[in-house]
């Protein structure tokens, strides 16, 4: 075998070598995401059941007259871009921080911290440079925060009136998109007409105290909801992307076993070619 034959050789190997890999992701993928699609098809249901109480009792509250009055100052905001740990997920975390800093540059009075370590990296990197704002940095064991995990981040962000996450929505198996989120449901606190149907009943505890309980707990749901959300939209671009790297590493395979078949080709024509000019010298 000639040496280019070799090195053609070396590089089909690797070649295929990558094609497992792509193939193994693409399976691990596809048997990923329909788990993910049902948990958050149920888990949306349950939010906007949840959500549609919370209206409720907050219309109920205006009505009454018993919403906690607001505190003076400045509404504390926070912006928070949710990336993921791991690559492999196309380009779903670049674009979750280029629409990160993007709002950012809109609002420099508000706060900032990113999760997760590419998003980390991103900013360590050439495009980090575009902002010159002081962050704040969080990052899970895994892609997928655990109860206590999502906990200590709600802790983190527990002062602030506003809490806008940035993260990667599921669109379809084809398309994902960038979506934010305030988690504190601040779009609508003090609403002058709400659009929740008034509760006409003796609430214990006190609505007040209610309203806290909700406040509480829609953030942790919303959160889980966006944790949830961001993963399958990462599995989806995880799938995508795979596909397509397994029909360019197809495509490349096929031109270097064509590459390496003609040089084969080629080296035996030479031998054979070496062994007919080797036959006067044997006949005398």
């Not at 699609?37 to 907050?58: M, P, Q, W």
């Not at 997928?144 to 198996?173: C, G, W």
């Amino acid at each position: 075998m000639s040496v280019a034959t070799g090195e053609k050789g070396r590089d089909l190997e690797d070649l295929e070598t990558v094609q497992f890999v792509a193939s193994a992701l693409f399976d691990v993928s596809a048997e990923k995401i329909g788990r993910l699609r049902t948990a958050f098809e149920k888990n949306g249901v349950f939010y906007n059941d949840i959500s549609d109480l919370y209206e409720s009792i907050k219309h109920t509250a205006i009505g009454r007259n018993d919403l906690p009055a607001a505190p003076p100052g400045e509404v504390r905001k926070i912006f928070v871009a949710f990336t993921s740990n791991v690559r492999f997920y196309g380009s779903v975390n670049t674009d979750v921080m280029v629409a990160f800093l993007e709002r950012l540059a809109t609002e420099p009075a508000v706060d900032a911290m990113i999760i997760g370590r590419t998003g980390k990296v991103f900013m360590e990197g050439g495009d980090g440079e575009k902002s010159t704002k002081p962050m704040t940095y969080l990052s899970f064991e895994a892609d997928e925060p655990t109860k206590d995990e999502m906990q200590i981040f709600l802790d983190r962000v527990a002062a602030y009136d506003e809490v806008h996450v940035f993260y990667p929505s599921f669109v379809n198996v084809f398309s994902q998109q960038v979506a934010s989120i305030d988690i504190t449901h601040t779009a609508e606190k003090g609403t002058p007409e709400p659009s929740g149907e008034e509760i006409d009943y003796i609430f214990e505890p006190e609505l007040p105290q209610i309203i806290h309980f909700f406040e509480t707990r829609v953030r942790y749901l919303l959160f889980q909801r966006v944790a949830l959300e961001s993963e399958l939209a990462r599995t989806a671009a995880r799938l995508f992307a795979m596909n397509r790297a397994q029909d360019r590493v197809g495509e490349e395979i096929a031109k270097v076993r064509h590459i390496i078949r003609k040089d084969m080709e080629s080296f035996n024509d030479l031998r054979l070619l070496e062994s007919f000019a080797a036959l006067p010298k044997w006949k005398t």
